[in-house]
């Protein structure tokens, strides 16, 4: 069929006369450039007319939602029994499940890898390193195990000895683990330090916190809406960089 004479009134027929949405998309594809945009407008005129309701956009990604295996568990407990064999016990006196907080560390460097992000994880037992360093940030992971899925409004939480035993560090990275499949491992967000200690809370042990639970210790607590989104902070202080 001869296209070359055709007039605006021929591409935006062509772009709807009895075919399916998914042909007419692409059928816009097909028209000439100059000729495009109106029928492109014509098109969505049409289905708009038709009843046609876009399907909604997904949200972008809250909190990342990763998969704990048998096998990180395992190695977060041989990880543990090689930090207590050496004498470290840790500084927060192993405040939690720390073997699930080492085995958060083995998920989130898989899923920073699969990302194609450059980093160094440093698993060593007894080394006084951040876990992680991305683009000359050092970052330590903060992992706390807890029943659900997350919400805005409940805590991620920096015992008093974590923020004086760590040194310092350029970022806190917080996960939540729930306990009902020890499974589903959340990747919360970023935050500094000093944000930590300026918009959280501090609470001595045994103070009731505002989510109504004891303080097993001397803690900073933030809620996980404080916190940078992962793929947020990822985007500013990794992927713009050349």
């Known amino acids: 069929m001869d296209q070359?004479?055709?007039?605006?009134?021929?591409?935006?027929a062509f772009v709807v006369f009895d075919i399916t949405i998914d042909e007419s998309r692409e059928r816009c594809r097909q028209v000439p450039d100059q000729f495009r945009k109106s029928a492109i407008n014509h098109a969505a005129t049409y289905w708009k007319l038709q009843g046609y309701k876009p399907p909604p956009r997904r949200p972008p990604q809250r909190w990342p939602l990763l998969e704990m295996t048998p096998a990180d568990l395992t190695w977060g407990e041989q990880h543990l029994a090689k930090v207590l064999a050496a004498g470290n016990t840790a500084p927060d006196r192993n405040f939690g499940n720390k073997a699930a907080g080492f085995a958060a560390e083995r998920?989130?460097?898989?899923?920073?890898?699969e990302r194609?992000?450059?980093?160094?994880?440093?698993?060593?037992?007894?080394?006084?390193?951040?876990?992680?360093?991305?683009?000359?940030?050092?970052?330590?992971?903060?992992?706390?195990?807890?029943?659900g899925a997350p919400q805005g409004?409940?805590?991620?939480?920096?015992?008093?000895?974590q923020r004086q035993g760590s040194g310092e560090r350029d970022w806190y990275l917080f996960t939540k683990l729930d306990r009902g499949n020890m499974a589903d491992l959340?990747?919360?967000?970023?935050?500094?330090?000093?944000?930590?200690?300026?918009?959280?809370?501090?609470?001595?042990e045994g103070e009731i916190t505002r989510t109504k639970l004891d303080a097993p210790v001397d803690c900073w607590c933030i809620r996980y809406d404080e916190l940078i989104k992962p793929?947020?902070?990822?985007g500013e202080h990794y992927e713009k960089k050349p």
């Open 231 to 234: 793929l947020e902070w990822l």
């Open 4 to 12: 070359g004479g055709w007039t605006q009134g021929n591409w935006n």
């Open 107 to 113: 998920v989130v460097d898989r899923w920073l890898t």
């Open 153 to 161: 409004g409940y805590d991620a939480d920096l015992t008093e000895e």
């Open 186 to 204: 959340w990747v919360l967000g970023f935050q500094t330090l000093k944000v930590i200690m300026t918009t959280g809370v501090f609470y001595k």
């Open 116 to 147: 194609k992000i450059p980093l160094t994880w440093n698993n060593h037992p007894t080394a006084r390193l951040p876990d992680f360093e991305i683009s000359d940030l050092s970052i330590d992971l903060k992992n706390h195990t807890t029943g």
